[in-house]
């Protein structure tokens, strides 16, 4: 078995991590790129979401490295994403690819043997013990709260950094060597070790800069190549900015959400708003767009792949955010023939709209 | 009091029993007109840009209908079977209109779990007090208003004449004569039957769904799938009309599951969004019958593939 994933943003950090534990052979597609994406509008139907295309690029470009398994989570939500699986098994066939899908679903969906069955495709092909197993997972939670962590950080720290360029650098060079990584246990040490530096690089705490929040739909806010690496942009302009959706967030909330004790203050803050989970992470988008402009941020931008369902009703319903609470708030909608120029205008206009904001004292009146 | 009940979205299908229910409540209920051109642009006017036809649609009539009444029905259904949802559109569907237009009258949004006679008590319960405080009233309204839905019969199942194709998609595509551009009396003058979803049993549709490895989870797409693969295995019809609004989310995935099943069967895909030219559809629709013609006509002669 050679397994192989679609990207997501450091997930494929973490997903290594645990492979690398278990023994399991894998292949890591090559970072998302336009070629992923022209495979997968090639072959995919029309009208589905982004993050479909360009999961069907890293499948085809995973498969031509010799996989033949590959892993995908499913979801029984009303949003698409839980009817993926099905669509890629059958796309993948018509290609002439012979793989084998494992689908790690909610257990309510498909029965907790039925899921144990699934894991155990996984993990039963690794010769480990059973402790060792359970390392492998704990090691690959830890790899991706850390990796999650020191992104917030440099993005946070990227608006008061003295020397320009630093948070941006050290972040890259940070994923690249845990990529070189043998180990699970090296790669924690690498990324504790970034951490570290990361927090003890030179900052003018009296700078105040520009506060933006990232919000919107998981994947494309995660994945940088479908947002057009908006946060290293954002850094790039010396802009802090945090988004609240991470691999380590989701993680979490999956674990608590039988309990009901997840996000509780994002639930609390969209309450308002938006008071039942109406599928996707449209709860999530109108809590974090309250939160962030509680918290003093100057603005939130929200992006989206192109008819995503639940994130068109958050779109309609931030303009009264906006209003309500005096908070910019822009939306990007973002699909296969998104221009990158027209993009970037925009962002640099909204940042221009709220450096005036912040000068012109009236505005606020 | 007047309750104003907007005739979009899934109004099709259940207007039975919101009327008789609040009739019987003692308030007097008025509906939007037919989708008409003014509704039309009104929505696109109010509705956020990237949603589908019918939504803007519902927008409009929403707004045609808003200053007439004191109590406005915004549906917000949730489930209309166990384990199984509609789009998220339908469940955030009064966060967005109350949002995007202003001056609203009160409004009745809360959540329709209609999974069981119980679960829709429910709803009425708390839907009844806005108009009358007698619970007696209410539970002989919401009874009466049961009896109505169950009694109510929705779907087309043309006897005509030799040809019959199976009309796909969505309740409110397929019934508001406006969005589809009478699509159905096109087909009739040309000499087409065509059959609904609603005549096919639930166990035949459920056969067909215990064939994809996985149960699909919104509702309309279960009944589509099943109703379209079961007419087109069991050689019911000649062929199949999918109506799919532009951008619909579900569609995307439906059409492409049907398609994978059904191979080479004869399926016409019609997509309407706020801009559709009906003599487009018109041409589409004359040729794919044509075809399906010449398709019967020459049905003993072998295939030029083999």
Redesign the interface.
């Known amino acids: 078995m050679k397994a192989t994933f679609p990207h997501m943003g450091n997930v494929y950090l973490a997903v290594k991590a645990l492979l690398d534990g278990l023994g399991i052979d894998y292949v890591i597609p090559p970072k998302n790129n336009k070629t992923a994406l022209d495979i997968g509008s090639l072959h995919s139907?029309?009208?589905?979401?982004l993050p479909y295309k360009i999961m069907i690029g890293n499948y085809v470009q995973a498969v031509e490295q010799g996989a033949d398994t590959i892993i995908f989570v499913?979801s029984?939500?009303?949003?698409?994403l839980?009817?993926y699986?099905?669509?890629q098994?059958?796309l993948m066939k018509?290609l002439g690819y012979n793989l084998n899908f494992i689908?790690i679903?909610y257990p309510k969906?498909?029965g907790i043997k039925e899921l144990f069955k699934r894991i155990n495709e996984i993990s039963g092909v690794s010769n480990k013990k059973a402790h060792e197993k359970l390392n492998a997972l704990l090691n690959a939670i830890q790899v991706i709260n850390l990796i999650d962590k020191i992104e917030e950080m440099a993005h946070m720290y990227a608006g008061y950094e003295r020397n320009k360029g630093e948070c941006k650098s050290l972040l890259n060079k940070c994923k690249n060597e845990a990529m070189q990584s043998k180990t699970p246990i090296e790669m924690i040490k690498i990324l504790k070790n970034y951490q570290q530096k990361l927090k003890y690089i030179s900052i003018d705490i009296n700078k105040n800069p520009i506060t933006i929040a990232i919000i919107g739909e998981i994947y494309t806010v995660i994945e940088p190549y479908s947002n057009f690496y908006i946060e290293e942009k954002l850094m790039d302009y010396g802009i802090s900015s945090r988004r609240g959706l991470s691999p380590s967030w989701w993680v979490r909330n999956a674990a608590l959400s039988p309990l009901k004790i997840n996000s509780y203050k994002i639930r609390k803050n969209a309450k308002k708003?938006?008071s039942?989970p109406?599928?996707?992470h449209?709860v999530e988008c109108i809590g974090e767009a309250v939160t962030a402009s509680n918290e003093g941020f100057d603005g939130a931008i929200q992006i989206f792949p192109?008819?995503?369902?639940?994130e068109?009703?958050?779109?309609?319903?931030l303009?009264?955010i906006s209003k309500d609470l005096d908070f910019p708030v822009m939306s990007l909608?973002v699909d296969d023939m998104t221009g990158e120029a027209g993009y970037i205008t925009r962002i640099e206009a909204f940042i221009d709209l709220l450096e005036r904001r912040r000068e012109d004292v009236l505005s606020r009146c | 009091m007047i309750v104003g009940i907007p005739k979009g979205l899934l109004y099709y299908k259940y207007h039975p029993f919101l009327i008789t229910f609040f009739k019987e409540l003692g308030a007097e209920v008025i509906t939007s007109e037919d989708t008409n051109k003014d509704i039309l642009d009104l929505g696109v006017k109010y509705c956020v840009d990237e949603a589908c036809l019918p939504i803007k649609i519902f927008h409009g009539h929403v707004v045609s209908i808003k200053d007439k009444c004191d109590l406005m029905v915004i549906p917000r259904i949730m489930q209309l079977n166990k384990n199984e949802f509609i789009c998220p559109k339908f469940c955030g569907l009064p966060e967005m209109v109350l949002n995007s237009i202003d001056n609203m009258p009160p409004t009745i949004t809360d959540p329709i779990y209609a999974i069981s006679k119980n679960t829709l008590y429910r709803w009425a319960k708390t839907t009844g007090t806005r108009v009358t405080h007698d619970t007696f009233k209410i539970k002989h309204a919401y009874k009466k208003a049961y009896e109505s839905l169950i009694n109510h019969q929705t779907g087309i199942n043309d006897k005509l004449n030799n040809m019959k194709i199976a009309l796909v998609g969505h309740p409110y595509n397929i019934y508001d004569n406006y969005i589809n551009m009478n699509l159905v009396s096109k087909l009739n003058k040309l000499g087409v039957a065509v059959e609904t979803m609603e005549f096919t049993q639930d166990f035949l549709i459920n056969l067909e769904i215990n064939n994809l490895y996985k149960k699909p989870f919104w509702t309309f797409a279960r009944e589509n799938y099943g109703f379209a693969v079961n007419a087109a295995t069991e050689k019911r019809v000649d062929g199949i009309i999918y109506i799919s609004s532009f951008n619909c989310g579900i569609d995307s995935v439906i059409i492409e599951l049907i398609k994978d099943r059904i191979g080479s069967f004869p399926f016409l895909t019609l997509k309407v969004d706020e801009h559709t030219g009906e003599a487009g559809i018109e041409t589409r629709v004359e040729a794919f019958t044509d075809m399906l013609e010449r398709r019967i006509q020459n049905e003993s002669n072998i295939p030029t593939h083999g």
Request: aromatic share 2%.
């Open positions: 139907p029309e009208e589905i979401c499913g029984c939500g009303p949003c698409r839980g009817e699986c099905e669509l098994i059958n018509k689908v679903d969906d498909i708003y938006l039942i109406i599928g996707g449209a192109m008819g995503c369902m639940p068109i009703v958050s779109k309609s319903i303009p009264t909608v």
